[in-house]
Antibody
Framework: QIQLVQSGPELKKPGESLKISCKAS????????MQWVKQAPGKGLQYMGW????????TYADDFKERFVFSLETSASTAYLQINNLKNEDTATYFC??????WGQGTLVTVSS | DVVLTQTPPTLSATIGQSVSISCRSS???????????LHWLLQRPGQSPQLLIY???RLESGVPNRFSGSGSGTDFTLKISGVEAEDLGVYYC?????????FGGGTKLELK
């Protein structure tokens, strides 16, 4: 069965960087794009963008064009979200998703001094 | 970007009651290829979102048929015919017709 398994929770200080992983299984990784979605505490879902798993080309939504980097390790069927120069407002749960039918379990990121 | 407005923001229901959620789009979601990419998700507390309905009215595999979707153009509705306890959570509409995809603000379904 199709599964997306994300890395564990992160606690970081402002200005630091982090990298979240999303390991896919149960399908051919390069057949479908991978999307990223942000959910701030108690808030709704916000689309961050997607990465073409065949070419590695990322596309970012307007709010995520600075400091956010999508990447792949195709041989490991894994997608990554890197956030640089973390800010308090980056505190959120981040989801990877294949279409809207398959979602990772979410990774909680807490940014606090 | 397309704005999706969901109403009501909160819905209180008793078990067995039928309820509806509205999702209104700032522009038509009819794609030039003839499809309408408006979907419905349920996020139960502490869980990832789950796809319920895709392309307006198509029931995702494994989803109970008490869930149904309808609508066209800019106005869409999710109906639950007989709420069950496991249906509690936040419902989101999401559109994939126009880039970037956008989500509605959510409707929280609570027990009355």
């Amino acid at each position: 069965q199709i599964q997306l398994v994300q890395s564990g929770p992160e606690l970081k200080k402002p200005g630091e960087s982090l990298k979240i992983s999303c390991k896919a299984s149960g399908y051919t990784f390069t057949d479908y794009a991978m999307q990223w979605v942000k959910q701030a505490p108690g808030k709704g879902l916000q689309y961050m963008g997607w990465i073409n798993t065949q070419t590695g080309k990322p596309t970012y939504a307007d709010d995520f064009k600075e400091r956010f980097v999508f990447s792949l390790e195709t041989s490991a069927s894994t997608a990554y979200l890197q956030i640089n120069n973390l800010k308090n407002e980056d505190t959120a749960t981040y989801f990877c998703a294949m279409g809207f039918a398959y979602w990772g379990q979410g990774t909680l990121v807490t940014v606090s001094s | 970007d397309v704005v999706l407005t969901q109403t009501p923001p909160t819905l209180s229901a008793t078990i067995g009651q039928s309820v509806s959620i509205s999702c209104r789009s700032s522009q038509s979601l009819l794609h030039s290829n003839g499809n309408t990419y408006l979907h419905w998700l349920l996020q139960r507390p502490g869980q990832s979102p789950q796809l319920l309905i895709y392309s307006v009215s198509r029931l995702e595999s494994g989803v109970p048929n008490r869930f149904s979707g309808s609508g066209s153009g800019t106005d869409f509705t999710l109906k639950i015919s007989g709420v069950e306890a496991e249906d509690l959570g936040v419902y989101y509409c999401v559109q994939g017709t126009h880039a970037p995809p956008t989500f509605g603000g959510g409707t929280k379904l609570e027990l009355k």
